[in-house]
């Protein structure tokens, strides 16, 4: 079920190491979380690969550079990112790699705590490492919000990066964070995730607050109103890729946006003696919890270990040997489902399909199949769903021949289902196999509506 990998670890460094912790406004400026106890705060001084220079001014050998932006988001938090170029530069379609720092780093961890940027400039690919709009943002939506404004900036200054092919790799909070981030950013038209890989991550911030009272204060700050134990739950499950009982570990089914990932190929990494205990516990029930969906051992998903570290907290980057990691991400190319039981927790669009729900604050699940051979839609298992708008062409069906919308709920609810780029108004509606009449047609937007007047199993055929 689990395979073990050795990873290639590099000699310490000598010389000291000083936090730099930046509190988010409004919280003890004194907390601080465990997790950063040992490689946070911006500094290579206690190890690295030999030699290897610190601080933001390094350039590094002649096959890349790096360099710095800074975007404004109009919220109140400058958003810094340090990114890499290769050379020379590139003239063909090259993959991107975006890093999720740790707890209490910044961009700067790209330069002091990895050697990203000499493997990056070795492959001849783009990195990117974005403050993510605070040094703990534990995957808050401003931090998402950042995060997909440094990509998007990324691919306008550098064309020639392959939009199949942007990679993400994350350590603790950032391992965390980018399994949120890519279960909650699926729209084929904005950049998405074709692998990732995820160490010692934080992938459940419920249980992160039952389990390390120091952290306690940055999520009341995150997902509540700042006051001790103000943090709403939902709010931290939504910024989660799985949540569960911390006594039983049995996993919440019905708030698991790791069921998002299948589609994506991820490994799993943590070191066996992790010093963090309630990260293993996490990566362990993330890992069984994605086999549990679907996911299967072997190229596309795996759960590893690094069985040894050169020293007694090895909490660390440099347990991941970045060779391995993107040549491994670098096997995939993104690859759209034509089936998922997908999970929405806002109105957005998720692979071919704008959701609108019901109720704001709430998950919305839906199952979906997309049967290009026969023309056909099926939706099950919705709740908390209003309306799911179709993007008709993207998703594979032909709107000019006869097709099919079979559809489902789990809460007896009836959902509108919205076919976009009907060029004319149909001969035939037909809900099973009876002509109806509760459907509508706008000609100005070619949307064809299935007017659904209640939750139970119905086939709806419609003929140009």
């Known amino acids: 079920m689990q395979s073990l990998l050795v990873l290639c670890l590099t000699p310490l460094l000598p010389g000291l190491w000083s936090p730099q912790v930046q509190a988010p406004t409004g919280t003890p400026a004194g907390a601080h979380n465990p997790v950063s106890m040992v490689d946070t705060g911006d500094g290579l001084a206690l190890f690295g690969p030999p030699n290897y220079p610190s601080g933001p001014s390094y350039l590094g050998p002649t096959n890349h550079q790096i360099g710095s932006g800074s975007l404004n988001i109009g919220d109140g938090w400058p958003e ?24 209490g780093s910044t961009q700067n961890d790209l ?25 703990q943002h534990f995957g808050s939506l401003p931090s998402q919000v950042h995060m997909e404004a440094v990509i998007l900036d990324m691919l306008v200054r550098y064309p020639l990066i392959d939009r199949n092919r942007i990679y993400a790799v994350g350590f603790s909070m950032g391992g965390g964070a980018v399994a949120n981030y890519a279960a909650r950013h699926l729209n084929p038209a904005k950049p998405m995730f074709a692998s990732m890989v995820a160490m010692s991550g934080g992938f459940a911030l419920k249980h992160t607050y039952y389990s390390d009272v120091p952290v306690r204060p940055f999520l009341d700050f995150w997902y509540g109103n700042g006051g ?23 996993v919440e089914n019905t708030e698991d946006l790791a069921r998002n990932l299948l589609h994506i190929p991820m490994r799993i990494v943590r070191p066996i003696d992790d010093p963090v205990p309630y990260l293993p516990v996490q990566g362990d029930v993330m890992a069984a919890h994605m086999q549990t969906l679907g996911a299967t051992v072997g190229p596309n998903f795996d759960y590893k270990f690094v069985p040894f570290g050169w020293d007694a907290y090895d909490h660390k980057w440099s347990m991941l040997d970045s060779h391995w990691a993107f040549n491994w991400m670098g096997t995939h190319t993104l690859t759209l489902p034509t089936s998922a039981s997908t999970l929405a927790d806002r109105d957005d669009t998720y692979f071919h399909f704008f959701v609108e729900q019901d109720a704001a604050g709430a998950f919305t699940p839906f199952t979906w199949n997309i049967d290009v051979p026969n023309n056909t839609l099926s939706f099950s298992a919705t709740a908390n769903l209003k ?36 060029p004319s108004k149909p001969i035939s509606v037909l809900r099973d196999t009876l002509p109806t009449s509760s459907w509508n047609y706008n000609a100005t937007l070619g949307e064809l ?5 209640d939750g139970l199993p119905h086939q709806w055929v419609i003929t140009p």
Request: aromatic share 10%.
């Open 387 to 422: 309306r799911l708008t179709v993007d008709t062409l993207g998703a594979g069906i032909n709107p000019l021949l006869q097709f099919t919308v079979n559809l489902a709920t789990a809460d007896g609810l009836a959902d509108d289902i919205v076919i976009t780029s009907v």
């Open 80 to 103: 810094n990112f340090l990114y890499v170029e290769p050379l020379p530069a590139p003239t063909q379609p090259v993959p991107l790699v975006v890093m999720f720092h740790k707890f």
């Open 228 to 250: 001790a134990g103000s943090a709403d739950p939902w709010k931290m499950a939504r910024s989660s890729a799985v949540n569960f009982d911390p006594i039983t570990l049995v």
């Open 111 to 135: 330069t002091f705590n990895t050697n990203f940027p000499a493997e990056a400039g070795a492959q001849g690919w783009y990195l990117v490492c974005p403050l993510a709009a605070n040094t």
């Open 449 to 453: 509506t299935l007017l659904e007047t």
